[in-house]
């Protein structure tokens, strides 16, 4: 019997992947692969890598002590080819393999390159999701605009998840108006759980370290989960001593605590060593138990079965050119400072340096300090999604390309946000405690001491107000523009254009 090969990629670290559900061990030969081009197609974070890299190892092991012959070449085996299906046609030419099982991959670059491997190819839905893309696109058809809320309250109906019937518990379906506080110092608040890294993690340590010496991050300290296991106790050390604050405190900033209260899980759930439904069972049973706050809870099943799944289903509905649009014409190459570069503003060497230690940075730094910057500036949104894919360990393109191209750069046209998600410096002040040891005032509207976020804001609403002064969400800003004297607005303009000119020049801003 000829043998199949049934792929398993990095980021499908399930036993209950559809492509293991249709293999046969007594037969099929499974194969992962280290290979050079997805480590380098972005120029990844080193702490991304060695989480890929050490997962895929364990979980290789978990499938061999499972009954599977496994197929894995390192990235530093001489033979090892360079790609995926590289890879393939190799293992096919030596077993005699004319069929691969996929599991479907989550980036489009994947599915083109498994289309089109001289080799009979069958792709099967990844189903490790609540939701699919067809039903996205089911829920999506005859809609004029596809609000992420309302695809939200469809999941609850659909998962009875926080449901009372066919109400939603608590009489509301979304308690983001009390998750909007600044967090208090707390010298006692529990941080993710830690991981020693053991003999395989600290062997692919070092293979990082040799390879990939020149991207951008730190290696070490290494302390991520590697196991479905540990991510499981990561979870669990979130869901009972983090997760009753996450609702309050989940937009806070603070200088010296870098998660608060979040569960620094993503990266887990993304390569699949955490089930989606899992986690959110477990965080209703907190909330039924009496240790939770509804507005915890809800707040933290939106994140998953609401803005995961919808992104998802916006990435697959919009299709391959999705990360090339960029309906403001922006064209700013991306500022140095992203890539560690002297800064004066706080709020960006907080979050940018936060990124390079951690591979992490929790979704209001992402959204509101250095996406709000870029698009305040005008920098290129593909130059901006390539950043963000390279930069997180739990960034992968079906979650990261409509968090950025949509969400965060509005470069989609108004599919994913209902408006531009920019603000001036003051959204910071009140949101982080950044702004008091920033070189910048951020009272300080005009002139040379001027926070850049505050000049920035409205010479963006200027340069678009065609695009948006009509938005209805947007009139009231717009209005408070119009009502300041002529020559305030001319200054803020003018100085603004300063500092864009000094990014230009590659001048420290």
């Known amino acids: 019997?000829?043998?199949?090969?049934?792929?398993?990629?990095?980021?499908?670290?399930?036993?209950?992947?559809?492509?293991?559900?249709?293999?046969?061990?007594?037969?099929?030969?499974?194969?992962?692969?280290?290979?050079?081009?997805?480590?380098i197609y972005v120029r990844h974070h080193p702490k991304k890598i060695a989480l890929i890299l050490s997962a895929m190892r364990h979980f290789a092991d978990e499938l061999r002590a499972a009954g599977w012959e496994v197929a894995y070449p390192r990235l530093d085996d001489p033979q090892a080819a360079r790609s995926i299906t590289g890879e393939l046609l190799r293992r096919a030419g030596a077993h005699g393999a004319t069929e691969v099982i996929a599991t479907q991959p989550g980036e489009w670059r994947l599915i083109a390159a498994l289309d089109a491997a001289p080799l009979r190819v069958t792709q099967l839905p990844d189903d490790r999701f609540l939701s699919s893309p067809e039903a996205f696109n089911a829920w999506a058809e005859g809609r004029r605009e596809l609000r992420m809320e309302y695809f939200y309250r469809e999941m609850r109906r659909k998962t009875g998840l926080m449901m009372e019937g066919d109400k939603p518990a608590g009489g509301k379906w979304?308690?983001?108006?009390?998750?909007?506080?600044?967090?208090?110092?707390?010298?006692?608040?529990?941080?993710?759980?830690?991981?020693?890294?053991?003999?395989?993690?600290?062997?692919?340590?070092?293979?990082?370290?040799?390879?990939?010496?020149?991207?951008?991050?730190?290696?070490?300290?290494?302390?991520?989960?590697?196991?479905?296991?540990?991510?499981?106790?990561?979870?669990?050390?979130?869901?009972?001593?983090?997760?009753?604050?996450?609702?309050?405190?989940?937009?806070?900033?603070?200088?010296?605590?870098?998660?608060?209260?979040?569960?620094?899980?993503?990266?887990?759930?993304?390569?699949?060593?955490?089930?989606?439904?899992?986690?959110?069972?477990?965080?209703?049973?907190?909330?039924?138990?009496?240790?939770?706050?509804?507005?915890?809870?809800?707040?933290?099943?939106?994140?998953?079965?609401?803005?995961?799944?919808?992104?998802?289903?916006?990435?697959?509905?919009?299709?391959?050119?999705?990360?090339?649009?960029?309906?403001?014409?922006?064209?700013?190459?991306?500022?140095?400072?992203?890539?560690?570069?002297?800064?004066?503003?706080?709020?960006?060497?907080?979050?940018?340096?936060?990124?390079?230690?951690?591979?992490?940075?929790?979704?209001?730094?992402r959204l509101m300090v250095t996406g709000n910057f870029a698009l305040l500036a005008g920098v290129d949104p593909a130059q901006v999604h390539e950043w963000y894919l390279a930069v997180y360990a739990d960034a992968f393109e079906w979650v990261e390309a409509p968090n950025v191209i949509g969400m965060s750069q509005v470069a989609d046209g108004g599919i994913v946000a209902s408006k531009p998600y920019v603000s001036s410096g003051n959204y910071i002040a009140k949101m982080s405690d950044y702004c008091g040891a920033c070189a910048y005032s951020v009272t300080q509207k005009t002139g040379e001491g001027a926070c850049p976020f505050n000049l920035l804001y409205w010479d963006f609403l200027h340069r678009h107000r065609d695009r948006f002064g009509r938005n209805p969400r947007m009139g009231p800003v717009y209005r408070t523009w119009d009502r300041m004297a002529a020559d305030r607005r001319e200054t803020v303009l003018r100085d603004a254009a300063q500092v864009l000119a000094r990014l230009d020049s590659g001048a420290v801003v």
């Not at 010296?256 to 569960?263: A, C, I, N, T």
């Not at 936060?354 to 979704?363: C, V």
């Open 174 to 365: 979304n308690y983001d108006h009390d998750n909007r506080k600044p967090a208090p110092r707390d010298l006692l608040r529990a941080g993710p759980l830690r991981f020693a890294p053991d003999t395989i993690t600290e062997e692919v340590l070092d293979l990082v370290a040799a390879r990939f010496a020149g991207h951008f991050g730190c290696l070490r300290p290494f302390w991520f989960a590697v196991t479905a296991a540990e991510a499981r106790r990561a979870f669990d050390h979130f869901a009972t001593h983090l997760l009753p604050g996450f609702g309050d405190y989940q937009d806070a900033m603070l200088t010296g605590d870098r998660f608060v209260h979040h569960s620094v899980i993503s990266m887990y759930l993304n390569i699949g060593l955490l089930h989606p439904g899992d986690i959110c069972a477990r965080v209703v049973t907190e909330w039924q138990a009496g240790r939770v706050p509804i507005n915890a809870a809800e707040g933290y099943v939106r994140q998953v079965i609401g803005w995961r799944e919808y992104l998802r289903g916006i990435y697959f509905r919009e299709g391959p050119g999705y990360v090339r649009r960029n309906a403001l014409g922006h064209r700013r190459a991306l500022p140095a400072v992203f890539w560690g570069g002297e800064t004066r503003m706080n709020c960006v060497a907080q979050t940018v340096g936060q990124t390079r230690e951690e591979a992490y940075a929790h979704h209001i730094q």
């Open 1 to 39: 019997m000829v043998r199949r090969l049934i792929l398993v990629l990095g980021d499908q670290l399930s036993h209950d992947l559809s492509a293991l559900r249709a293999g046969d061990p007594a037969r099929d030969l499974v194969v992962m692969a280290e290979v050079t081009e997805e480590g």
